[in-house]
């Protein structure tokens, strides 16, 4: 089972920011997060990761408390484009060979 | 940018038919793998390979094969396909994971099979 909570659903406005919550109240200490995007019909894209500090790259910018329990994914200006299922994923840095698990994600819609 | 690609972007076989899905990426990844994705049901591993002629099963090998005989190519192989396979086949790849390298999966396109 996954070990995030995300929202099942969000509107955003393009041009405007879009925030995305997720709750990982078990992640252990070794443990990242990962966020992925599906944009229908087509594989996962990864987006960031991060494991304490806040990180930010060309696609988006990753915030998470201090306390890691929680992390908010900002796409700083929504595009229609962005529309897609966003999901949080929490793993070991390198563990496992593979086995990414997916949760429900959280569907983002990206309105004019 | 990393490209991994799949062969086909739709598929649609017979009941018994064997299946070859092919994998290609062009970023000299070590680590190769197929998932499929199923409503409801998220992405579930099948196999990886961590280097030529090495696989491992994933959680669901039952009815799959695999062959990896170059380090770029993977195939994904349904011996005897039944109606149950029909789903969405994404294939990943991500660098090795000493040296400190990130293990971020990419995914291709992903094939939608249908076994009739």
């Known amino acids: 089972d996954a070990k995030t909570t995300q929202p099942p659903s969000m509107d955003c406005a393009e041009g405007r920011a879009a925030n995305l919550p997720c709750n990982h109240s078990?992640?252990?200490?070794?443990?990242?997060v990962y966020w992925y995007r599906q944009i229908h019909s087509q594989g996962p894209q990864y987006i960031i990761h991060?494991?304490?500090n806040n990180e930010t790259n060309e696609m988006a910018s990753l915030i998470i408390t201090e306390d890691r329990k929680s992390s908010t994914l900002i796409l700083p200006h929504a595009t229609l484009r962005d529309t897609a299922v966003y999901y949080c994923?929490?793993?070991?840095?390198?563990?496992?060979?593979?086995?990414?698990?997916f949760g429900k994600g959280t569907k983002l819609s990206v309105k004019p | 940018d990393v490209k991994v690609t799949q062969s086909s972007r739709y598929l649609v076989k017979r009941t018994g038919e064997k299946v070859f899905l092919e994998c290609v990426q062009d970023?000299?990844?070590?680590?190769m793998f197929w998932y499929r994705q199923d409503p409801g049901l998220g992405l579930r591993l099948i196999y990886f390979?961590?280097?030529?002629?090495?696989?491992e099963k994933g959680d669901i090998p039952e009815g799959y094969s695999v062959s990896r005989e170059k380090k770029e190519r993977f195939s994904l192989i349904l011996e005897s396909a039944s109606t149950n396979q029909t789903s969405m086949y994404l294939c990943?790849?991500?660098?090795?994971?000493?040296?400190?390298?990130?293990?971020?999966?990419?995914f291709g396109p992903g094939t939608r099979l249908t076994v009739l």
């Open positions: 970023m000299d990844h070590e680590n």
């Open positions: 994923i929490v793993r070991i840095y390198g563990g496992s060979q593979g086995n990414l698990i």
């Open positions: 078990t992640i252990s200490g070794n443990e990242y």
């Open positions: 991060g494991l304490k």
């Open positions: 390979s961590y280097d030529v002629k090495m696989k």
């Open positions: 990943a790849s991500t660098l090795a994971l000493d040296g400190g390298a990130v293990d971020t999966q990419y």
